[in-house]
């Protein structure tokens, strides 16, 4: 059983809920995700690790409402208990001292981003963040990435805060201004991530995208995670989540992302009734 500890609703949809999980604590690493499970018969979700507290003994999970599980979760109050998370799962982030690493993330993309920004500042790397929303009321966690980069660029789409446009245009921002980037990571909506590892392939940066597909086990059994990367079948969950982006075939990601919406559609409102 894993009892929150702390909820606070980040922005419209999103909430932050930090849970008692020693073990998971001591042993996660940047870039690992556990599966949550919020009744005996319920779905399974991947939920990134957006932050640890080995001493607390605590994790720090971010979840969107955008289903049945997630609008359930969000029901959750600080003292209730979780009865399932599995973790840590999935590859560490692969970390060097690489020099002037961009980190870019949009919306819940933040959540592994954070994690991972973390681990690549240990290693003695300078970072840029970039962190794009829809719009100023989306934003969070500007001060947390601000305090582990050596600089933020914010994006939102409509222009109501920070720099107008998307993440790309923050990264090719950097580019104009001469700036040497030696890697870049990026975390989010799987079109943003593609336009990204575009305009990265573009000028040679080298780019790591974290993927989220559709996980049921979570331990390379099911297949349900599987992604194509240089034309070879990967599983997210034990292969991954993190891969060159250069190599990853997006829009098959994108279809299979989509083949379940009016059944997640249908099982929400059924949920809302
Ligand atoms: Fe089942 Fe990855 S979630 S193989």
Redesign the pocket.
């Known amino acids: 059983m894993y009892k929150i500890v702390r909820k606070q609703e980040l922005a419209e949809n999103v909430d932050e809920f930090v849970i008692e999980a020693p073990d998971i604590a001591r042993k996660a690493k940047p870039g690992q995700f556990v599966i949550v499970r919020i009744s005996r018969k319920g779905e399974r979700i991947p939920l990134t690790i957006a932050e640890k507290d080995p001493e607390e003994g605590t994790i720090t999970l971010m979840v969107q409402r955008v289903g049945k599980t997630t609008f359930h979760l969000s029901c959750f109050e600080e003292g209730h208990v979780i009865p399932d998370v599995v973790g840590p799962l999935g590859k560490p982030t692969h970390i060097e001292k690489w020099g002037h690493v961009v980190c870019v993330g949009g919306g819940l993309g933040l959540a592994p981003i954070h994690h991972i920004a973390q681990g690549v500042k240990e290693a003695g790397n300078r970072i840029t963040t970039v962190m794009g929303f829809r719009s100023k009321d989306l934003i969070f966690w500007e001060d947390k990435m601000k305090a582990i980069s050596d600089r933020v660029i914010v994006t939102t789409n409509d222009g109501s805060y920070g720099m107008k446009g998307l993440v790309t245009d923050g990264i090719q921002k950097l580019i104009d201004e001469g700036e040497k980037i030696d890697m870049v990571i990026t975390a989010g909506p799987v079109p943003m991530m593609k336009a990204v590892a575009g305009l990265t392939k573009k000028y040679n940066i080298p780019t790591v995208a974290s993927l989220n597909p559709i996980?049921?086990?979570?331990?390379?059994?099911?297949?349900?995670?599987r992604v194509t990367v240089g034309g070879e079948i990967k599983?997210?969950?034990?292969d991954g989540p993190e891969f060159d982006a250069h190599r990853v075939d997006f829009d098959e990601l994108m279809n299979r992302l989509r083949m379940f919406k009016s059944l997640e559609g249908e099982a929400l409102k059924e949920f809302q009734k």
């Open positions: 996980m049921v086990d979570g331990t390379g059994m099911c297949g349900a995670c599983f997210a969950c034990v």
